[in-house]
Structures are given as structure tokens and as C-alpha cells.
């Protein structure tokens, strides 16, 4: 790997102007998952950019995913599609406040981006929802309807999230991206092993659903826009 890539300096400023175009700041779903695309793209370029030993001498870092709590469940079954999909580990611990949070752990960049698409993602589980309970009223059941719905979501996505992953690696890179994604991998696998954690299976959690919901939710997961789509 050279040190051919584009200008560093150039390539954070786009980072920094495709993080910036968030729904929170009035752009629509569609925009900011696309701009998670592009996100995803430049920080690869921006790691090619780096070349090989300075990305090997790179250091990782954690990053917090507080989850809103009438998302979690849904959330939970799309973080470790955005972990892989930015070459991170991730896992669930609790905060000092005794709350269940994710973390993510991998290179700068890459944790950037993860909390850039975990945001995208999020905002369209509420799009899809609003969508699809628009002038629809319901009665409560013994199975939650919109929990059901967003899960069905929310594995559409995941599914599709690990197809991109793979799609992903090196297709829009010179050369072809495998020698980076190795030496990502690498990085993240070796400073992990210094952090010595051990971790407990998780077991599940018990919520009721409704096959009908779920359906609907999966088919609204396999319409929505996600980084890594084209348009054309």
C-alpha cells in the first residue's frame, strides 16, 4: 500500500461536511443514509491515504451508543451489522447509571462512521414506523405492534448491512480494498487481545410478536435506503 491516496486534509473536510448533514440538521432520511455512503467510502480512501504503516501504528478507541430506550431492542439487532460493516468490535456493558449501553471499539475513523450510520440507521427505524402507522389506529394487544414492526425492520436491515459489508470491501477502492480491510482487521484483533475482557452470552429477550407487524416491518426494511446503495 502507497502513500498515493487523496490529501488527507481534503478528505477529513468531507468527513467533516457528510457528518454535519444529519437529519437533525433538516436534511431528509434518504439524504443522510446517503451521505453515510459516501461517509463510508471516504474513510476508506482516507485509511489508503494513511498507506500502510502509519494505519498498522494507528491506535483504537471506544465509543459509547447510548440507544434510545424505545429502540433498543430493535437497535440491538442492527449494531453488530454497523460494527462489521466499519471493521469494530462491539459489545454490551453498563454505564455507571446501571443502563444497558453498546461498545463499539475500533480505529477513529471507523468509530466516527459507526456513529454516523447507527444515527442514519436509527432515524430510519422512526421513519419507517411513522410511515407506516400513518392513519392507522391501534389497539393495545398482549404483543407490542411497533416493537414487532421494528424488529422486522431491523433484521431487513441487518441482512442487508452484511451484504454491503461484503459488496464493500474494495470494490470502489484502486486496486481493490482487500489488503486494507486485512490490515484493519489486524489492527483491531491485536489491540483487542491487549484489553484482556471476557464476555457472558446474553440470553433473550422474551418479547411476544406479532408475526403480522414483523412481516410488514421486514418488508419496509427491504424498501429502505442504506449506505452502500446506488441510485443509478
Known amino acids: 500500500m502507497t502513500q498515493g491516496g487523496p490529501d488527507r486534509d481534503k478528505v477529513r473536510a468531507r468527513l467533516q ?12 432520511e434518504e439524504e443522510a443514509l446517503a451521505a453515510a455512503e459516501k461517509v463510508a467510502e471516504l474513510l476508506d480512501l ?5 498507506g500502510e504503516l502509519e494505519l498498522r501504528r494507528s491506535r483504537c478507541e471506544r465509543l459509547v451508543l447510548e440507544t434510545d430506550r424505545k429502540l433498543r431492542v430493535a437497535m440491538g439487532l442492527c449494531i453488530p451489522a454497523i460494527a ?24 477513529p475513523g471507523a468509530l466516527e462512521t459507526a456513529g454516523f450510520v447507527h444515527d442514519a440507521i436509527a432515524a430510519a427505524l422512526r421513519a419507517a414506523w411513522a ?3 400513518q392513519g392507522r389506529s391501534f389497539i393495545r394487544h398482549a404483543v407490542d405492534e411497533k416493537g414487532s414492526f421494528l424488529i422486522g425492520v431491523a433484521v431487513s436491515l441487518a441482512d442487508r448491512l452484511d451484504a454491503l459489508k461484503h459488496a464493500r470491501n474494495g470494490a470502489h477502492l484502486p486496486g481493490g480494498g482487500g489488503a486494507l480491510v486485512e490490515i484493519r482487521h ?14 457472558r452470552q446474553g440470553g433473550a429477550s422474551g418479547k411476544r410478536l406479532s408475526p403480522e407487524a414483523f412481516d410488514a416491518g421486514r418488508t419496509a426494511g427491504h424498501t429502505a435506503h442504506l449506505p452502500g446503495d446506488n441510485d443509478a
Open 84 to 107: 462489521a460493516y466499519c471493521d469494530c468490535k462491539v459489545w454490551r456493558e453498563r454505564d455507571a447509571k446501571g443502563q444497558s449501553v453498546f461498545v463499539l471499539f475500533g480505529l
Open 17 to 28: 461536511a457528510l457528518q454535519a448533514k444529519t437529519v437533525a440538521n433538516g436534511c431528509t
Open 46 to 50: 482516507y485509511h489508503l491515504s494513511l
Open 131 to 133: 410511515n407506516h402507522s
Open 186 to 199: 489486524s489492527v483491531v484483533e491485536s489491540e483487542f487481545a491487549r484489553l484482556g475482557l471476557t464476555f
